[in-house]
């Protein structure tokens, strides 16, 4: 069971686009991260959001976390070939005693900006 | 920053072996953790430790073990590797047993089982 839902799996569009990756759960997670990754490399976080409802601004990134701490997403607008990448989401859920035991992360999403 | 390391890149090894992957982190995180990436699965967490000398099953443990005998190193062990365990593996460190801390990666080690 995947409890974290990311869509697209893959996305190629052209430089200067928008668009949008979503993050969805039937969880409820007390924090939600996106990272990104490059090839050869380990991912690298971008934002933690954490209150339902929240939304944060990387430049031109956008993260949304959901009223019910169940789903997020990210938009990215007027995308740079620089934005190429996996693009990771990662929830955190409290298991017993709760505490930092790892995340639940999302399969990614592939971005292929086109010059 | 934080600097996550992981002994080796890439790493060639036969069905059979034991294969030890070495991480050390050098920022005095209480938290360590070992993943393995592949593709159309994501990142599956193996084994965490939040303690020296203590471990915790992640959600695919099997034929894996871990050891912590400092604070900064944590070494994923495949007791007898197998082909279904080539795989990309990640480690990475947090700071303090509280959630909403990021994930410190490695840059991964590349593991080819023949």
């Known amino acids: 069971t995947q409890l974290l839902e990311q869509s697209p799996q893959f996305l190629s569009i052209q430089e200067g686009e928008n668009l949008t990756v979503y993050c969805n759960s039937s969880?409820?997670?007390?924090?939600l991260q996106w990272y990104r990754q490059e090839p050869g490399e380990g991912p690298v976080l971008l934002v933690t959001v954490v209150t339902g409802g929240e939304v944060k601004k990387l430049k031109r990134l956008t993260f949304q976390f959901g009223d019910a701490r169940k789903d997020s997403s990210l938009h990215i607008t007027a995308a740079q070939t620089g934005d190429t990448g996996l693009y990771l989401c990662?929830?955190?859920?409290?298991?017993?005693?709760?505490?930092?035991?790892?995340?639940?992360f999302g399969k990614g999403t592939h971005l292929i900006i086109q010059p | 920053d934080v600097k996550v390391t992981q002994s080796s890149r890439y790493l060639v090894k036969r069905t059979g072996e034991k294969v030890f992957l070495e991480c050390v982190q050098d920022?005095?995180?209480?938290?360590m953790f070992w993943y393995r990436q592949d593709p159309g699965l994501g990142l599956r967490l193996i084994y965490f430790s939040y303690d020296v000398k203590m471990k915790e099953k992640g959600d695919i443990p099997e034929g894996y073990s871990v050891s912590r005998e400092k604070k900064e190193r944590f070494s994923l062990i495949l007791e007898s590797a197998s082909t279904n365990q080539t795989s990309m593996y990640l480690c990475?460190?947090?700071?303090?047993?509280?959630?909403?801390?990021?994930?410190?990666f490695g840059d991964g080690t590349r593991l080819s089982i023949l």
């Open positions: 990662a929830g955190d859920l409290l298991r017993d005693g709760g505490g930092a035991d790892g995340l639940t």
């Open positions: 990475a460190s947090t700071p303090l047993r509280q959630g909403h801390q990021p994930q410190h």
């Open positions: 969880s409820v997670f007390s924090s």
């Open positions: 920022m005095d995180h209480e938290n």
